[in-house]
């Protein structure tokens, strides 16, 4: 996956999709999908190459949680914040997992390994409070299973 901003490689990808401006979020996901993450360079040029404002696409990337605008880390644990999963401790799980890996919501660790994210329902209620690591969900998390599967992701913590 590419990191740094290609403009060629930007307007291949909004000429996929026929450079229209209905297709914004088809757009940002596939960037996010080429990059990891919508840089502002990919902003204004999705915007000009769209005929929009770079107000109409950053509102956009900002409203969607599955759109970041800073580089991810390599592995991204996402908790669920939903109803059910607050029932069951997703809350203090969520604030384990801040205060284990030193960073706060939407906030990756120094060393770039790891990017913590909220996520409002993995469709796993029954096995509540669920996370995802890396697409993969997990049931039934408690601290300690949150630890092990944080070192497993190569996280010296």
């Known amino acids: 996956m590419a990191k740094k901003h290609d403009a060629a490689i930007a307007t291949e990808i909004i000429n996929q ?34 005929n929009l404002s770079r107000a109409d696409v950053h509102g956009v990337v900002s409203f969607y949680h599955d759109f970041r605008t800073t580089e991810p880390g390599q592995h991204i644990v996402k908790i669920c914040q939903a109803e059910s999963c607050q029932a069951m401790g997703s809350r203090e799980l969520t604030a384990h997992a801040e205060s284990k890996l ?28 669920a996370i995802m690591i890396d697409e993969k969900v997990y049931g039934r998390v408690n601290k300690d299973q949150l630890d092990n599967l ?8």
């Open 17 to 50: 999709f026929g450079a229209k401006s209905e297709m914004l979020v088809q757009v940002l996901h596939a960037f996010v999908q080429r990059y990891g993450y919508i840089s502002e360079d990919a902003i204004r040029q999705i915007a000009l190459e769209l």
């Open 102 to 129: 030193g960073i706060a919501m939407h906030g990756t660790t120094d060393d770039g390994q790891i990017s913590l994210e909220p996520v409002y329902c993995l469709g796993n209620c029954a096995c509540s409070p």
């Open 150 to 157: 944080i070192q497993d992701c190569g996280a010296n913590r």
